[in-house]
């Protein structure tokens, strides 16, 4: 099932329908996949109306996002948050969908889940497609998050927490700062994730969730990848600047994590418990649900 989608619209998306249906699911695309209005699929109303459409609709057991790039925020003020709460279902996605699944967190309680999108999902390499598949139908949530082949978590901050992990890319968590949808935190386990930001740009945002006091709400900060970031000469790099912001919230901290635009996806459930391991060099993550 195909959510409605934000930027670079009506991008071919049969290898990945094609992937769900021959798993044995039966696919529904809205109707604003395939539109074109500016920068987005859809009008802010069309668009919102699919999303509430498909928490009205019982057939519908998981959303699968179109696309990332820009737009989701725009529908925030639009969806019927007290119906989500009580009809939960799966959202996948990441990049742009992070304001949706945060909003639907802090608004609904909803768990939501870090993975593919359509337009990556057609695509997806062995590991990013099996946390896909298994964590949709996946009921118990216990052991260790799989890690592909050579990836290790490692440690920042020394320490362990417990708590749910919540997150995704910093740039939209940081554009939430200051709205009713604010990613509140408190006691959380903290993912971050960007791409294509200067360091500079990275430090501004995090120095915001440090300020707007995100930082000092939660119990541990995940990183995940932080692709295609640059840094003129002399500058702090992104890892730098992420390790001071680590340091400074004083909580266990960890790195590694593969969520982010690259090819690796762990499928993470937002909103479940997890506990952090952060008391030798290498880290670990399980779930504890």
């Not at 209005?37 to 019982?58: C, I, K, M, Q």
């Not at 990332?68 to 279902?89: M, T, V």
């Not at 999108?117 to 052991?143: C, E, I, K, P």
């Not at 362990?160 to 919540?166: F, S």
Request: glycine share 10%.
């Amino acid at each position: 099932m195909a959510a409605p989608a934000t930027h670079d619209e009506g991008q071919d998306i049969s290898k990945a329908v094609a992937r769900l249906k021959q798993a044995g699911y039966r696919v529904k695309v809205m109707p604003t996949t395939s539109g074109s209005y500016g920068f987005f699929s859809g009008t802010d109303e069309a668009r919102a109306n699919d999303v509430n459409a498909l928490f009205h609709d019982d057939d519908v057991k998981a959303m699968v996002c179109l696309n990332g790039g820009y737009g989701s925020a725009r529908i925030l003020d639009k969806l019927d948050y007290d119906y989500i709460a009580a009809h939960p279902k799966w959202v996948v996605g990441f990049s742009d969908i992070t304001a949706l699944q945060v909003a639907l967190w802090e608004k609904s309680h909803l768990v939501t889940a870090n993975g593919p999108l359509m337009v990556t999902l057609g695509d997806a390499n062995d590991y990013t497609a099996n946390q896909f598949f298994n964590g949709l139908t996946r009921s118990d949530w216990h052991g260790n998050l799989a890690l592909p082949a050579g990836r290790k978590l490692k440690t920042i901050v020394s320490g362990t927490a417990k708590g749910p992990i919540v997150g995704g890319n910093l740039t939209l968590i940081a554009s939430l700062v200051g709205t009713p949808y604010a990613l509140d935190g408190t006691g959380c386990i903290l993912v971050l994730e960007d791409t294509g930001e200067s360091s500079y740009r990275i430090d501004r945002m995090m120095n915001q969730l440090w300020q707007s006091g995100l930082l000092s709400r939660v119990s541990a900060i995940v990183y995940g990848d932080f692709t295609a970031s640059s840094h003129d000469e002399g500058d702090f790099t992104t890892d730098e600047v992420l390790d001071y912001y680590a340091h400074l919230a004083q909580v266990p901290a960890i790195k590694g994590l593969p969520v982010g635009h690259t090819s690796n996806k762990a499928f993470i459930p937002y909103g479940i418990t997890v506990y952090l391991n952060a008391s030798g060099p290498e880290a670990s993550l399980s779930f504890q649900e």
